[in-house]
């Protein structure tokens, strides 16, 4: 039964417009990136990752989503967050679904799965289109480092793979956040700036030393670190803490959405 579930909360969340538009958005921005380094020919460089792109094609995938984590990943998770509980109230469907003989912890989880599968499917996406048109603009012979080492293609995609794992998870998380304030509204919309307001706030106050006692608290903090996986050898350190960092996220805002869920009134 859980399964059939879970399988239904996966179509659900496919068939919805907003839903084939945010991936629509999404593979776009790998190809865009991929053609304007390629236009851009050799002056196409920059600061870390960008200054490896060209002629490394394999470095697109990466490259595109650690941008992509800052706002446009937790932008979707956000939007799928609010359709899972808030969009349900708004739209009368939740009261039935809590009324139901189910378990309320079962239905988070439920939602959480949903939010889980479609963010694996959306970065992995990014990043097969990000190979293509990496390969397809940029040519690529193996994975070039930050270190100046070079991966063959079969390590390479290792590399993107765990990558993609990583993502997934800070994008969960955020998303568990999402949930917990998409139980207790009605309005999608207060989702979504409430969480997009977070992250803007939260990377915007690691920028100042003075604060650098709260870093550590902060999700935004650890995704520069996820960029340790271009190193070889990798190392592990930053990248261990920014998932335990994700980690508590996860835990805490699948938490407050069961606490809120368990003690609404249908």
Known sequence: MIARQFGSEVRWMLRRPRTIIGLFGLVLVPIIISFGIWAAGDSGGGPGLAAILQGNGLVVPIFTLFLSLNLLLPLVASIWAADGLAGEAQHGT?????????????????????????????????AVVGIIAGTAFLGTSGMVTLTGTTLSTGEGLLRIALFIVLVTFQMVSIGAVALAVSATTEHPLVVQAA????????????????????????????????????????????????TLLAGCYLLIGTGLAAIRLVTKDS
């Not at 439920?110 to 939010?115: T, Y």
């Not at 709260?214 to 190193?231: A, C, E, N, Q, S």
Request: glycine share 6%; no cysteine; hydrophobic share 55%.
């Open 94 to 126: 939740l009261r039935g679904l809590l009324v139901a003989p189910v378990s309320r912890v079962r239905l988070l989880f439920v939602k959480l799965f949903g939010l889980t599968a479609m963010s694996l499917f959306a970065v992995t996406l990014m």
């Open 195 to 242: 969480t997009m307001t977070t992250i803007i706030v939260f990377q915007v106050l690691g920028q100042f030393s003075s604060l650098h006692w709260l870093h550590p608290f902060l999700i935004t903090t650890g995704f520069p670190g996820l960029v340790d996986v271009m190193r070889d050898p990798m190392p592990t350190d930053q990248i261990w803490n920014s």
